[in-house]
């Protein structure tokens, strides 16, 4: 059985650089998004981290969007860790 768990990682309200490889998303507001995936097992009652996932989304139809702030400085590491790791993605592809 698996489980997805999402949340909004952080927003960028004003667009921000996708990279090249990325087309029209200039100005766009744009939401990051991670995904964990969990094998759980019911009859065993356990359940393991198999994977993450992160996508970015463009809000086209938009113009701004809400700021997302940490909670807690758990999430505001994560928060950084994906930001950084964002940028040094989209400078590579270019």
């Known amino acids: ?5 999402s949340r ?3 927003t960028q309200p004003d667009g ?8 029209d998303h200039d ?7 991670e995904v964990e995936t969990w094998v759980t097992s019911p009859e065993n009652a356990t359940a393991k981290l198999s994977n993450h996932f992160y996508f970015t989304f463009a809000l086209p139809n938009k113009t701004t969007c809400r700021t997302i702030l940490p ?3 758990d999430q505001a590491r994560s ?3 994906r930001i950084t790791a964002d940028r040094e993605q989209a400078s ?3």
Do not use: H, R, T, W
């Open 92 to 94: 590579f592809a270019s």
């Open 16 to 23: 921000g650089d996708l990279g090249e490889y990325v087309q």
């Open 71 to 73: 909670g807690n400085i």
């Open 79 to 81: 928060m950084a860790g």
């Open 8 to 10: 909004c990682l952080y």
């Open 27 to 33: 100005g766009m507001p744009l939401v990051s998004v």
């Open 1 to 5: 059985l698996l489980v997805f768990k």
